[in-house]
């Protein structure tokens, strides 16, 4: 062995195995053999001090006196991953605070509050926003394709719109509940049962059937004519 001692405990040692050994205290901190070099405590760098990886110096750690970094230079190589391969290992991003997911040029992605929302955008335009009670969507929610959407109505009503027309359903004031479309008619499949009046919107506007489309029967009790000119035809 080569020894190189400042003091019993301070010392350099290159050994038989070519091992180069550097001790302080009685203990190795540094160990350089031919293929590793294996440190035994801190490694301590100031800030805007790099570790470099890579043939290239492809990627780097290092604080800037404000932030810690982990990025990859410009001229680097290929993508960088975070990987956790262990059978049953996860990962995990924590943050005293919030965590920001952003694309291409620093662009929003995704936004977790800390203790509140969590903001999913795309192309930086907010899209969707959990709370408390549930979640907001800005814009058209497709259910399965294109051709089934749900969205925001007239009078902030629900609209279910399909390539064929829409229906909007919702209260649009303190009076009525609303359902309209854009269609000329509804279509009921089934038959329909009415727990209150019914009334047309305007007086003296709307029939009751057609001349084509006639009602088998109709069961009631009374038939009353209102009006001036009121009359029944049987």
Known sequence: NLLIQGSANENIIINSLDELLFRTSGTTRLQISATDATFSGNINLPDNGFANFGASDDLRIYHDGSNSVIDTTTGSVGDLYLTANGTNHDLYLR??????????GGENGIILTGNGEVHIYHNSAKKIMTQSTGAIVYGTLELNDANTKLLEGNGNSLRIQTNSGYVDIGPNNTSWCHISTDRANF???QGA??????????????????????????????????????????
């Open 95 to 104: 943050a005293a605070d919030n965590i920001y997911i952003q694309p291409q």
């Open 187 to 189: 279509y009921f499949g």
């Open 193 to 234: 049962i009415w727990n209150g009046h019914v009334l047309p919107y305007t007086n003296l506007t709307n029939n009751l059937g057609s001349t084509t489309n006639l009602w088998n029967f109709t069961h009631s009790r009374y038939f009353q004519s209102q009006g001036p000119k009121g009359r029944t035809k049987i």
